[in-house]
């Protein structure tokens, strides 16, 4: 019975030991100067980074005793004024991050001590951010801020005078690290209009799943601003390849700023031989030739080719004519005669030129005063189109005059012959036939599929 009483009265006497033990660290036994002491928060000055109050035991900044018997105390101001106090800089601009704004700074920051810097509760920016903005999670493609965990570099952590709280206005931060976008803009005539102050118009600013962090890949990018063009391509009859495949606009255009009208990543004729090097596919059964082999040393060059404007005749993004030209012109051999057939000639040359029969100086194709264009033209069913002598982009004769002409699988010789005042062929066409200007030819054989009048 002694012994019970023995037991009983010990495991009293120890939980008065340890309630006294707990009452001793929020009620200390003596008078302290400061709560940081080995008697009450001894850890708030132990850590790396610790709160300016705290290293100098002055907890009176930011506390008030309301019961020093009972050590009771509360916070001497309410909200973010409680911090803004001291840091009073941190809310002086125009928009205020959140947490700051009700009075949360403890959600980013110890009040007291941290063994991270800025007394923040993660070991970094990049995760306490990520914390409550998770914006980025499972991109492909980050900015690269956004992967060293360097928020800070666009973004004010607590206060800015720019939407998002970033540090300044949105294109003048981009190009503070992306100098060279800025030279070209400041150096180059011809500027992307969002270039100019709308970066996020077609980037992300943190990160995407496209690279170069594209808010979508090209043409989609394009297209709701541009939607004039995709219509077109979407309509046209004969349709650009590039125009509407994937990445395909930037092909052609630069993003940002060219020394070339329309962004063009270089002049046209070059832009264009850069894909025109080489056969192209067209069709299932159909292949265009290299460009640059059929104009490669060349002599004569036709007008747009020598001026190396391929948009004097080709529309770029789509068209409703044969190889994509700007307007209507016969892609066969034979056509009927009308103006409107060869409204693209009539652009740059005189409709005269094939609808005079007699003339003195209209063309050099001419016997005496008959216009041969006249005469091979101007046929119901067979009349020559304009490709059935002349090459359309050069050739080694003047005129630009055929060495052949292509007959279904035959490429039939011309064999053109220039005099001074005229000139000869030999085609597979109709016997040898000469002209002269000056002194007409009488040519004993009619050519038997050319009406002459």
Known sequence: MIA??????????????????????????????????????????????????????????????????EHTWQLLREGKELCSFC???????????????KGNCTQCHDPHSSDNKFLLPKKTIAE????????????????????????????????ADHKHLLNSEPTELCFSCHTTTRMELNKFEFIHEPAKNNCTGCHSGHG??????????????????????????LDAKVKHGVVLEEGGCIKCHT????????????DPATLCLSCHDKPIGIRKDETMGAFTKEIAGKKFLHGPVA??????????????????????????????????????????????????KNTTDLTDFRNGELNLHYIHVNQPERGRTCRSCHETHASNLPKHIRETAPYGMWNMPIQFTKTD???????GCHLPTGYDRETPIVNEMKVENIKSE
């Open 255 to 266: 993003p940002h700023a060219s020394t070339v009208r329309y962004g063009l990543k270089l």
């Open 87 to 101: 840091h009073l800089e941190q809310v002086a601009k125009k928009n205020i991050h959140e947490p700051l704004k």
């Open 128 to 159: 306490l951010c990520e914390s409550c903005h998770q914006s980025t999670k499972g991109l492909k493609f980050l900015h690269g801020p956004m992967a060293v965990g360097d928020c800070t570099i666009c973004h004010a952590s607590h206060s």
């Open 307 to 356: 001026q190396k404007d391929c948009k004097g005749c080709h529309i770029s993004h789509g068209s409703d004519h044969f190889r994509l030209l700007a307007k209507e012109y016969p892609s066969q051999f034979y056509a009927p005669f009308s103006v409107s057939t060869y409204e693209l000639c009539f652009s740059c040359h005189p409709q005269s030129l094939v609808l005079n």
């Open 4 to 69: 019970g009483n023995l037991g009983s009265r010990m495991i009293v006497l120890l939980f008065a030991a340890l309630v006294a033990s707990a009452a001793a660290v929020e009620k200390p036994t003596s008078p302290q100067k400061t709560c940081v002491t080995d008697e009450c928060h001894a850890a708030y000055g132990q850590k790396v980074h610790v709160h300016g109050p705290v290293a100098l035991g002055d907890c009176k900044s930011c506390h008030k005793s309301v019961d020093p018997k």
């Open 208 to 233: 995407a799943d496209n690279a170069m962090m594209l808010k979508a890949r090209a043409p989609q990018l394009c297209f709701p601003c541009h939607a004039d063009v995709q219509q077109a391509a």
């Open 421 to 427: 005042t005229g000139g000869s062929c030999k085609p």
